[in-house]
């Protein structure tokens, strides 16, 4: 089997790829990875045994511009994106037996539309579920182009979702289509999802609650695609942690936090306001310490997997991976939301009681101390305890089993 896993965008989209990658070759599966041309994805990948097929600009630099992008150039950057998919999927996919589509939308409906160019089958994989159609909760508007305010039908909600989404891609998506023979898509949307989405989320974390009158959505929860990550905690951090109480961490990942230039002064203030020492991770934020006292240390690129079982709590932005991660190592969390699916994260970690939800994407040192005062409870220690223990680890294997069976079992009319 030789298998092409597409997606596009930061860390989080990546390194599920990484995982379902290595499961695959474990079946024996030939795999590629089509990715931003960012030099850590190309290391993360290459660490595996796994070529990189880069796609479009750094996404480092996109999502960390000075200026970032306005509501007027997202019709342009996902014509860019989609073009980019052709150029760079047509090619690397010839061969292949199968395609995954992860990331934004229009990536989405680029790479599947190539998939179905070559006669080879797609599936689409999301790793959280806001955008697929659920009624009993609205969907995300985008840029510029907010929902009525006096409607609240979710139904009606999901179609406006719909006619954005045709608004905002389709011209784009359909003169590529047209540029290798295909006819046009009607529903930028319904093509890109389909009617069986694997959803690459833990199900304790992430539950799917579509119903019957979702209409025409059978998805399919693997679990999250995380893999077990065997480094060793860089010698100067064990130090650090050895030398003291467990510390509280602070990381954004690739959040670059425009709404807080002052981030890391704001969280260490907070966190030494509850007695804690600190632990800053730098991420594409670029956090530094702000003095040289000893109760603060800061990372670069390390295993989370072995840290967060080591820290009093975990301060971050709520992307689906570090979520995920902390949960599974039963560290107590707050989640301070930037955009997209993080405050529906921040939403999850509070309601499992294993943390608490920061009211906005901007805090204050007031406002974060208070969310930590949730976090460092006891009660939410023995929370997060208990739902480490239901955390799954298998959703990778899940999903290259799946992929396994259909291609080598099942014949391909």
């Known amino acids: 089997m030789r298998a092409l896993l597409s997606t596009y965008g930061s ?40 070529p990189l097929v880069p ?3 750094s996404a480092r630099e996109l999502t960390t511009a000075v200026t970032p992008p306005s509501s007027g150039d997202l019709p342009r950057r996902a014509a860019e994106l989609i073009a980019g998919q052709f150029d760079a999927i047509i090619p690397a996919a010839e061969g292949c037996d199968v395609l995954v589509a992860s ?20 599936v689409h994989a999301t790793f959280q579920q806001i955008t697929l159609p659920a009624l009993h909760r609205p969907p995300l508007p985008y840029q510029g182009r907010p929902f009525p305010p006096d409607v609240t039908d979710n139904r ?29 898509v009607d529903h930028v949307r ?9 959803l690459a989320t833990d199900p304790v974390l992430d539950p799917w609650r579509g119903t019957r009158k979702t209409p025409d959505l059978d998805v399919v929860q693997t679990g999250a695609w995380i893999l077990p990550d065997p480094r060793p905690l860089p010698p100067a951090l064990a130090a650090f942690l050895d030398a003291g109480t467990p510390p509280v961490y602070v990381g954004f990942g690739s959040m670059p936090m425009r709404g807080s ?17 600190v632990l800053v991770a730098r991420g594409w934020a670029d956090l530094a310490l702000i003095d040289d006292l000893d109760d603060c240390f800061v990372v670069g690129e390390v295993n989370h997997q072995a840290l967060f ?30 955009s997209v699916d993080q405050p529906y994260w921040a939403g999850r970690v509070a309601e499992l009681g294993i943390g608490a939800a920061h009211d906005g994407p901007t805090p204050t040192a007031e406002s974060l101390s208070a969310a930590l005062s949730t976090a460092l409870a006891a009660e939410t220690r023995a929370r997060a305890t208990a739902v480490a223990g239901t955390i799954r680890t298998d959703g990778a294997t899940v999903a290259a089993q799946l992929l396994h069976d259909t291609i080598c079992l099942e014949p391909i009319a």
């Open 103 to 122: 990331g934004p939308m229009p990536a989405v409906a680029g790479a599947r539309s190539v998939a179905e160019h070559l006669g080879i089958r797609s």
């Open 156 to 184: 009606v909600l999901w179609e406006l979702d719909a006619e954005s989404i045709d608004a905002l891609f389709g011209a784009a998506l359909n003169a590529n289509r047209a540029s290798i023979g295909l006819p046009p």
């Open 190 to 198: 319904d093509y890109a999802i389909g009617d069986r989405p694997w």
């Open 261 to 277: 230039p002052d981030a890391a002064q704001v969280a260490i203030e907070a966190v030494r306001a509850r007695g804690r020492r």
């Open 309 to 338: 079982g080591r820290v009093a709590a975990v301060v971050h932005h709520g992307g689906a991976g570090t979520t995920t991660t902390a949960a599974g190592a039963g560290a107590p969390q707050v989640v301070v939301p930037q």
């Open 55 to 57: 796609v479009g600009r």
């Open 11 to 50: 860390r989080g989209d990546v390194e599920p790829m990484v995982a379902l990658a290595v499961r695959l070759r474990e079946h024996g599966a030939e795999v590629l990875v089509c990715a931003p041309p960012d030099e850590e994805f190309a290391a993360r990948l290459a660490g595996v045994g796994v």
